[in-house]
Nanobody, 121 residues
Framework: QVRLVESGGGLVQPGGSLRLSCAAS????????MGWYRQAPGKERELVAEITSGGSTNYADSVKGRFTISRDNAKNTVHLQMNSLKPEDTAVYYCNADVGLYSDREYYSYWGQGTQVTVSS
């Protein structure tokens, strides 16, 4: 019923920038928090950044000052602007959203399929 589709990953040199986007579609009433997580090989999935419907944000300490999360509530999209990228930012990045459905008026957590970000020279 709900799909989250990510785009914008790729290969970038250290110090470079990438912008990730995620669009939610389906029978959606509204979306509460939206966020980005990442998982590097051999490591657990971790929160990178999240944003509420009101625009409050929260960032992992490792990305503060370098990454910026934003959203467009009218378009059900969330973006992650990543600047000053480091090799340790290399991971699969996943979009997550807390989505309310028309079918039962309940909220459920959905995940995108993931997009690879590789930071390497």
């Amino acid at each position: 019923q709900v799909r989250l589709v990510e785009s914008g990953g790729g290969l970038v040199q250290p110090g470079g920038s990438l912008r990730l986007s995620c669009a939610a579609s389906g029978s959606i009433i509204s979306i509460n928090a939206m966020g980005w997580y990442r998982q590097a090989p051999g490591k657990e999935r971790e929160l990178v950044a999240e944003i509420t419907s009101g625009g409050s944000t929260n960032y992992a300490d490792s990305v503060k000052g370098r990454f910026t999360i934003s959203r467009d509530n009218a378009k059900n999209t969330v973006h992650l602007q990543m600047n000053s990228l480091k090799p340790e930012d290399t991971a699969v990045y996943y979009c997550n959203a807390d989505v309310g459905l028309y079918s039962d008026r309940e909220y459920y957590s959905y995940w995108g399929q993931g997009t690879q970000v590789t930071v390497s020279s």
